[in-house]
């Protein structure tokens, strides 16, 4: 399975009017924080994979997953395999992953309200120290179908595509320091 996104720097005002347009459903706002690790002996830089542990809150309380990323496999989107799983403790599995090797790299903090418009889901994020994005992404095993319908998606919010940003938040983060 393959996570298919497109991301764009917009201003949320303006796509959220959209959104109400198009019927989109909202599905809530959440707080994440994601620490990424460095891997003990190979370069996520260089291979283009990620691991972090999101800590994510709402209105029902607190929860933590695990997260690999691999690289990306798509030249037209950020389309990667994504591996993922929920923990009880997110503190507790930071500890495990940091005494067999691993050493907390960074951390991305942000705020995503979410909408759900067929088998897409639509972020708006805002994002500390970069500012706001809309993201359009869904799970699938045909990447091209996925992209094109994410395309689509994004034209009807009134976004280009063109304009996608293909790089993640952690490395628009490091690309600003």
Do not use: C, W
């Amino acid at each position: 399975m393959y996570e298919v996104e497109l991301k764009v720097r917009a201003e949320h005002d303006r796509v959220r009017a959209r959104l109400e347009s198009i019927g989109a459903e909202p599905a809530g706002t959440v707080s994440q924080v994601d620490t990424y690790y460095d891997h003990p002996v190979r370069e996520f830089a260089e291979t283009d994979e990620a691991l972090r542990i999101r800590r994510e809150t709402d209105d029902s309380g607190e929860r933590a997953k695990i997260t690999y990323k691999g690289p990306l496999v798509d030249d037209a989107s950020k389309t990667r395999e994504e591996l993922e799983t929920g923990v009880d403790d997110g503190d507790t599995m930071a500890g495990v992953i940091e005494s067999v090797g691993f050493e907390a790299a960074a951390t991305v903090e942000k705020r995503r309200e979410r909408f759900y418009h067929g088998e897409y889901t639509v972020t708006l994020d805002t994002v500390d120290g970069l500012g706001e994005f809309v993201e359009v992404e869904t799970e699938a095993e045909q990447i091209e179908f996925a992209r094109e319908g994410a395309v689509d998606l994004l034209e009807r919010l009134g976004l280009n595509p063109d304009d996608g940003i293909r790089t993640s938040y952690l490395g628009l983060l490091l690309d600003e320091t």
